[in-house]
């Protein structure tokens, strides 16, 4: 797989495989995070697969390169640019990714927000709260969206925190304005065990 030197307008779908907390902390515009873990249950409904995909890794992914390879082709996802480091991305380029901790998402008053949990229904055994709460699976993300309404803060919600990660890099891309919920429900039931 050919390493990439950095363009800020390289028209790729971007993949930012690295974990959550390092795609919240810096990321290119418009890159959507799929963890290694999560890519093959999720790439093919969140990306588009005639469009060129490139990956955004960090050093210690670099080794994963041909898994990830044979991933992106056993999926269907021929047209492969190659790959960046993410430590060839000048800094002034690197987007955060807003998160609110589960103590502070739990004290908002009602107002004018929704809270997405991307959990499937099926593997709830925590409910989420149920101010504002919509449920939309990750994997049913790219289809449903729209439901969502524009303008609003939309707070991510899932087990731990990867999968609203993912929907959130997807919403943002969208146009909204996603809020990741840190921790995820393993959080939220914390504070009331």
């Not at 609110?100 to 908002?108: E, G, K, S």
């Not at 925590?126 to 289809?143: H, T, V, W």
């Not at 943002?172 to 919920?181: H, L, R, S």
Request: aromatic share 8%; glycine share 6%; charged share 15%.
């Amino acid at each position: 797989m050919q390493h990439l030197a950095y363009q800020a307008t390289a028209p790729y779908q971007w993949i930012d495989m690295r974990s959550q907390t390092a795609f919240q902390a810096g990321h290119l515009k418009g890159a959507l995070n799929l963890i290694p873990g999560n890519f093959k249950k999720y790439a093919g409904d969140l990306l588009q697969a005639k469009q060129p995909i490139a990956l955004v890794l960090d050093a210690d992914l670099e080794n994963q390169l041909p898994e990830l390879e044979r991933q992106l082709d056993s999926q269907g996802f021929t047209q492969l640019a190659g790959y960046l480091l993410i430590a060839d991305v000048p800094q002034a380029d690197l987007q955060t990714q807003a998160t609110i901790t589960a103590a502070d998402f739990i004290n908002l008053p009602a107002g004018d927000f929704t809270l997405l949990d991307v959990r499937h229904p099926d593997e709830i055994t925590r409910p989420a709260p149920e101010k504002q709460l919509q449920n939309i699976a990750l994997e049913e993300l790219a289809f449903n969206y729209e439901r969502l309404q524009p303008g609003q803060t939309i707070y991510t919600l899932c087990g731990s925190g990867n999968r609203a990660t993912a929907a959130a890099s997807f919403l943002a891309v969208k146009g909204y304005q996603p809020v990741i919920i840190e921790g995820g429900m393993k959080a939220v039931q914390a504070l009331n065990p």
